[in-house]
């Protein structure tokens, strides 16, 4: 069974300051998407990754993937207060010829002025 | 507007009611998911219509859950005989066909509906 972790779950922190939330999942995939959440809001695509070393910037995220170590890196330059939200990442699990989104838990990011 | 739309926003029921849920898809996409969401959690994949055929359902699908999509276009999700525990977010998600979109496929997401049972 894939499970995907994502850490921290919560995370707090100033404005200006560089931080990074990671995705652990368990099995092989092809496919992994970072999705940002707005507090009683729907998801909405910010990357999808699709091979090993893969690597995507908007504006001040920046996301990566490494297939090998299973692991994706959202990575956030200079916050600031607009991107506070939930941020999910999900895995790809192939099924015949459909496939199915496995999610993480979310990470909470407050950016306080 | 032209994203995924879904109706009603909100719904509060009684538990053993039944209620129905409808999501209309981006006019162009094929492709048609349920999930449920729950405070503090990721989605959890719900079932899957690719046109009018529903190709995968969750084994956590119980059976007082069914959904539809009569003519590939928009699709209703029922819940009879609500309990409180199926008091969530259910969120709706398109996407273009494999042929179009390959493996850059994006699921675009509905505002949900947001169920709570008493």
């Known amino acids: 069974e894939l499970k995907v972790e994502q850490n921290p779950l919560f995370l707090s922190m100033q404005e200006g300051k560089n931080y990074t939330i990671y995705c652990n999942y368990s099995?092989?995939?092809?496919?992994l998407y970072w999705y940002r959440q707005d507090p009683g809001k729907s998801l909405e695509s910010l990357f999808v990754l699709l091979s090993n070393g893969a690597v995507k910037q908007e504006g001040r995220l920046m996301a990566s993937l490494d297939t090998k170590a299973r692991l994706s890196t959202l990575h956030i330059t200079a916050a600031v207060h607009d991107l506070s939200a939930t941020y999910f990442c999900a895995v790809v699990i192939s099924l015949d010829s459909n496939y199915q989104l496995i999610w993480g838990a979310g990470t909470k990011l407050i950016i306080k002025p | 507007d032209t994203g995924v739309s879904q109706d009603p926003r909100h719904k509060i029921t009684k538990r053993g009611q039944n209620v129905t849920f409808r999501c209309d898809p981006i006019?162009?996409?094929?492709?048609l998911y349920w999930y449920r969401q729950t405070l503090g959690q990721g989605p959890e994949f719900l079932t899957y219509?690719?046109?009018?055929?529903?190709?995968?359902k969750s084994r956590l699908l119980s059976d007082r859950f069914s959904a539809e999509r009569p003519k590939g276009s928009f699709s209703t999700l029922e819940i009879q005989r609500t309990e409180q525990g199926d008091s969530a977010m259910y969120l709706c998600?398109?996407?273009?066909?494999?042929?179009?979109?390959?493996?850059?496929?994006?699921?675009?997401f509905g505002p949900g509906t947001r169920l709570l049972v008493l």
């Open positions: 219509f690719q046109n009018e055929a529903q190709l995968e």
């Open positions: 998600a398109s996407s273009l066909p494999f042929r179009l979109a390959g493996r850059q496929e994006t699921q675009y």
């Open positions: 099995t092989t995939s092809d496919r």
């Open positions: 006019s162009e996409h094929n492709r």
